[in-house]
Nanobody, 124 residues
Framework: QVQLAESGGGLVQAGGSLRLSCEGSGGTFDFYPIGWFRQAPGKEREFVAAIRRGGSGPYYADSAKGRFTISRDNAKDVVYLQMNSLKPEDTAVYYC?????????????????WGQGTQVTVSS
């Protein structure tokens, strides 16, 4: 069973960038497609991006297209989320999650393993 841990969150001004990392341990990390989700206070958890086992895909929410890039390095057991041109509405706790499904979807219920989350705050 894989464990996931996010890092890289923080406080950034609007227009700035952050790179989030999702590190896997305790299992065969490269077996799992990985998704990034976020949850703002009072809102439901929403899909951001996902990537297949070998790095193909990737898949993005409309809000992430053109600004965010998901990638993975299976040799290091890590998936990255590069976030550029950040906006205040990107403020949320960001989670990575692993799924046993071959094609990673946008529904959080399809994901089996979750990290603890990392806070991203974008100031205006």
């Amino acid at each position: 069973q894989v464990q996931l841990a996010e890092s890289g969150g923080g406080l950034v001004q609007a227009g700035g960038s952050l790179r989030l990392s999702c590190e896997g341990s305790g299992g065969t990390f490269d077996f799992y497609p990985i998704g990034w989700f976020r949850q703002a206070p009072g809102k439901e958890r929403e899909f951001v991006a996902a990537i297949r086992r070998g790095g193909s895909g990737p898949y993005y929410a409309d809000s992430a297209k053109g600004r965010f890039t998901i990638s993975r390095d299976n040799a290091k057991d890590v998936v990255y989320l590069q976030m550029n041109s950040l906006k205040p509405e990107d403020t949320a706790v960001y989670y990575c999650a692993g799924t046993v499904h071959t094609v990673p979807g946008s529904d959080p219920r399809e994901y089996d393993y979750w990290g603890q989350g990392t806070q991203v705050t974008v100031s205006s």
